[in-house]
């Protein structure tokens, strides 16, 4: 395999698909040497038909808004990679999704489900409908007019869709809903991120956040380092954010900074517990400001406007909102405030450029696909119990996703430990994710 070949060959069949052909680049570049040790991989085409997904759907999404006006949006589901298992991935509701955003997020979440170490292919979906500002009304007649088109493409064996940006309980309740409406089918298997009382998973909300914890606690521990008293900055306030902020608190670390699109709060004492409640409000709320965090609790927390999350002293970032969100000029700042490690919890939060500098620094760096790996694992344990009609204790539940972050991290170390003892967790997680993904494929000839 060539990288620069396929790179080419992608980017004309694709023009201006700009994240997805950063993440497969990313992944390409990684997993090259390793490829090119297994001439059958090449035989089969493996790469160039891995980075293709198996297909598309493009839906047209009507609804009324409060105010008796028709409005259109685009539904998609992208179904990536069903080697492994059936398609599953979340929903991204953003006025900025693309066919390239759920492109690259089906790619990464192929991986990512790999090294799960649960049978799951990979998928996405969502659409540009843009939940800020939006009553629960209008937030439901949306749900319900995306499922219309949505069901024709899913089903507890063949795709399971889950939330993502702008996609939680309250969302996946509304998907549901009208799910059974529609299909007369009371399963409770064919989305995941339900309420507890109708077949979710306890944790499920959090897991995203303490699996993203859970794998940093093993990083810092193989670096001789640990978590106690460390500050910790981290951005936006949505679910991953909350899970995150939570468990890190528990675990001793200080949560100094939380980010939104209008700037960062720094809160110097570290974040409280009635702080991480409030963060709940603040995404019910549909406003998507984080000031809502200072005017509430003032004295305690301060906003500054225009400002990252990196511009605040930290040990320890954790990126938790959006693709990019990390330029290599905030990884800079970070290094020049005392960061030393970064843990990508959002999707390819950090530019390639950002990934280089914190790598030829010295700084700890482990990406997404491993670190917030957690979120869908436990949708796998969600799914584990449903297809049982039972459900797990908390401490079941936990026990799991703490041996599945271990687990993940020990493939890190395993493919990505460097000649110098080092471990390149860029690599490390692409070539566990995709050795499995290969040999599945391989298994299961041109198909
Ligand atoms: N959206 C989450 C992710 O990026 C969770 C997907 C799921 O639970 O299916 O992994």
């Known amino acids: 395999m060539e990288v620069k070949k396929i790179m080419q060959a992608l980017e004309q069949k694709h023009p201006g698909e700009l994240e997805y052909l950063q993440a497969v680049q990313e992944v390409l570049e990684s997993?090259?040497?390793?490829?090119?040790?297994?001439?059958?991989?090449?035989?089969?085409?493996?790469?160039?038909?891995?980075?293709?997904?198996?297909?598309?759907?493009?839906?047209?999404?009507?609804?009324?808004?409060?105010?008796?006006?028709?409005?259109?949006?685009?539904?998609?589901?992208?179904?990536?990679?069903?080697?492994?298992?059936?398609?599953?991935?979340g929903l991204r509701f953003h006025k900025a999704v693309t066919p390239s955003m759920l492109k690259f997020l089906g790619f990464e979440q192929t991986f990512k489900?790999?090294?799960?170490?649960?049978?799951?292919?990979?998928?996405?979906?969502?659409?540009?409908?843009?939940?800020v500002g939006k009553s629960d009304a209008e937030i439901m007649r949306f749900c319900q007019a995306y499922m219309l088109e949505l069901v024709h493409c899913i089903g507890p064996d063949q795709d399971i869709p889950a939330g993502d940006v702008g996609v939680g309980g309250r969302e996946?309740?509304?998907?549901?809903?009208?799910?059974?409406?529609?299909?007369?089918?009371?399963?409770?298997?064919?989305?995941?991120?339900?309420?507890?009382?109708?077949?979710?998973?306890?944790?499920?909300?959090?897991?995203?956040?303490?699996?993203?914890?859970?794998?940093?606690?093993?990083?810092?521990?193989?670096?001789?380092?640990?978590?106690k008293g460390k500050k910790i900055a981290i951005s936006g306030f949505g679910n991953v954010a909350w899970g995150a902020s939570q468990k890190a608190t528990e675990l001793g670390g200080k949560v100094v900074a939380i980010s939104g699109p209008d700037g960062v709060c720094e809160i110097p004492e570290g974040i409280t517990n009635e702080m991480i409640d409030?963060?709940?409000e603040m995404r019910a709320s549909n406003r998507n400001k984080v000031e809502d965090m200072a005017t509430k609790f003032p004295g305690k927390a301060k906003f500054t406007?225009?400002?990252?999350?990196?511009?605040?002293?930290?040990?320890?970032?954790?990126?938790?909102?959006?693709?990019?969100?990390?330029?290599?000029?905030?990884?800079?700042?970070?290094?020049?405030?005392?960061?030393?490690?970064?843990?990508?919890?959002?999707?390819m939060g950090c530019q390639p450029g950002a990934i280089h500098f914190f790598q030829n620094n010295g700084i700890l760096f482990a990406p997404g696909k491993a670190v917030n790996a957690g979120g869908v694992a436990t949708s796998g344990l969600e799914m584990t119990q449903n297809a049982a009609h039972l459900s797990w204790s908390a401490e079941e539940v936990n026990n799991k996703l703490h041996w599945i972050m271990e687990s993940i991290h020990e493939q890190c170390?395993?493919?990505?430990?460097?000649?110098?003892?080092?471990?390149?967790?860029?690599?490390?997680?692409?070539i566990a994710g995709f050795m499995k993904v290969a040999k599945a494929m391989l298994d299961q000839g041109i198909v």
């Open 413 to 430: 170390v395993k493919f990505g430990t460097q000649p110098d003892g080092t471990v390149d967790y860029v690599k490390g997680a692409n």
């Open 31 to 89: 997993i090259e040497e390793v490829y090119n040790q297994h001439p059958e991989y090449e035989k089969a085409k493996i790469v160039e038909r891995m980075v293709e997904p198996d297909r598309i759907f493009t839906f047209r999404v009507n609804w009324v808004d409060d105010k008796g006006e028709v409005q259109t949006n685009i539904g998609y589901r992208v179904q990536f990679n069903c080697a492994i298992g059936p398609y599953k991935g």
């Open 305 to 347: 406007a225009g400002k990252k999350a990196w511009s605040i002293p930290c040990d320890i970032a954790l990126p938790c909102a959006f693709q990019n969100e990390l330029s290599e000029d905030d990884a800079k700042e970070l290094k020049a405030n005392g960061c030393w490690c970064c843990c990508e919890v959002s999707n």
């Open 278 to 280: 409030y963060m709940l």
């Open 113 to 131: 489900n790999a090294l799960t170490t649960l049978p799951m292919g990979g998928g996405k979906g969502g659409s540009d409908f843009d939940p």
């Open 172 to 227: 996946i309740g509304f998907l549901n809903g009208m799910y059974q409406k529609l299909t007369r089918e009371y399963h409770t298997g064919v989305l995941t991120g339900k309420g507890l009382e109708w077949g979710g998973s306890i944790f499920r909300p959090e897991a995203t956040g303490y699996g993203a914890l859970y794998f940093t606690e093993h990083l810092l521990k193989k670096a001789g380092k640990d978590i």
